[in-house]
């Protein structure tokens, strides 16, 4: 017969692999619920209903307690530091224009490598050199140019 701590043990790998699976930050918590019992069952002779009761009470709390300040912790800036840094680094480069710009229209642009889009206040040219003057969007997708 297996033993109980271990059963417990299991159960909590088989939700920590549903919770990499599914990410929701849920059900890490009653993977801790499980190996505390686990933990209990192997140190004392508890009964199957009071192991039940204990995983499902220390999961509970565990979740109540920890999940806002998990979710603070692991999810992360949308926008880090990194990606400031870059695109701070092009604002004042030169780039060339590789579709046409237009107010209120925006158009292409290729700068250190890669293509963005551009808005501009005027018409410019396709194949003109334009100097990047600022972000545009909020999302460091879209820059704001003026002709060289």
């Known amino acids: 017969m297996i033993s109980p701590f271990l059963v417990w043990f299991l159960i909590g790998v088989g939700f920590l692999i549903a919770e990499l699976q599914a990410p929701g930050f849920?059900?890490?918590?009653?993977?801790?619920?499980?190996w505390i019992t686990s933990v209990?069952?192997?140190?004392?002779?508890?009964?199957?209903t009071w192991q039940i009761v204990l995983?499902?009470?220390s999961s509970l709390v565990l979740l109540v307690a920890l999940r806002k300040f998990?979710?603070?912790t692991f999810k992360g800036d949308k926008i880090s530091s990194v990606d400031e840094a870059m695109a701070d680094a092009k604002i004042g480069k030169t780039a060339l224009v590789t579709r046409a710009?237009?107010?209120?229209?925006?158009?292409?642009?290729?700068?250190?490598?890669?293509?963005?889009?551009?808005?501009?206040?005027?018409e410019?040219?396709?194949?003109?050199?334009?100097?990047?003057?600022?972000?545009?969007?909020?999302?460091?997708?879209?820059?704001?140019?003026?002709?060289?």
Do not use: N
């Open 26 to 34: 849920i059900l890490i918590f009653f993977t801790a619920g499980c």
């Open 40 to 48: 209990v069952a192997w140190l004392t002779d508890i009964s199957i």
């Open 55 to 57: 995983s499902i009470v």
């Open 70 to 72: 998990g979710i603070k």
């Open 101 to 122: 710009i237009a107010p209120h229209v925006p158009g292409e642009i290729k700068a250190m490598g890669s293509f963005w889009r551009a808005e501009a206040e005027m």
């Open 124 to 148: 410019i040219a396709e194949g003109a050199a334009v100097v990047i003057e600022s972000q545009a969007s909020q999302d460091g997708l879209t820059y704001k140019v003026r002709p060289v």
